[in-house]
């Protein structure tokens, strides 16, 4: 069982970084491959980014590639979204997620949820 907390979202303008930060609770988060979603108003949730447990593997959606990068620092329960460049396209609310699987691209891949937290990004 974990618990997943997100922060660090807000109200940026086009061309603006963010870093978005996931906080989780019990022992076990450095076993899970961590993931990041993120839902705009009226649409599916869709995959941004995923790390696996010992951050040596990550992989991004097309969309994000080459701005947007996802880290982990285990000592710390947390997984990171650094957002840069960002697009008025990218305005969402951003979910971590936390997965037993290895790979996992949808959300019925992964087990747990945070709250998300919302990007909004000005043109």
């Known amino acids: 069982q974990v618990q997943l907390v997100e922060s660090g979202g807000t109200l940026v303008q086009a061309g603006d970084s963010l870093r978005l930060s996931c906080a989780a609770s019990?022992?076990?988060?450095?076993?899970?491959?961590m993931g990041w979603f993120r839902q705009a108003p009226g649409q599916e949730r869709d995959f941004v980014a995923q790390?696996?447990?010992?951050?040596?593997?990550?992989y991004y959606a097309d969309s994000v590639k080459g701005r947007f990068t996802i880290s982990r620092d285990n000592a710390k329960n947390t997984v990171y979204l650094q957002m840069n460049s960002l697009k008025p396209e990218d305005t969402a609310v951003y979910y971590c997620?936390?997965?037993?699987?290895?790979?996992?691209?949808?959300?019925?891949?992964?087990?747990?949820w945070g709250q998300g937290t919302q990007v909004t990004v000005s043109s």
């Open positions: 019990g022992r076990t988060f450095s076993s899970y491959t």
């Open positions: 997620a936390a997965s037993v699987r290895t790979a996992p691209t949808t959300p019925a891949g992964y087990n747990y």
């Open positions: 790390i696996s447990w010992h951050s040596s593997y990550t």
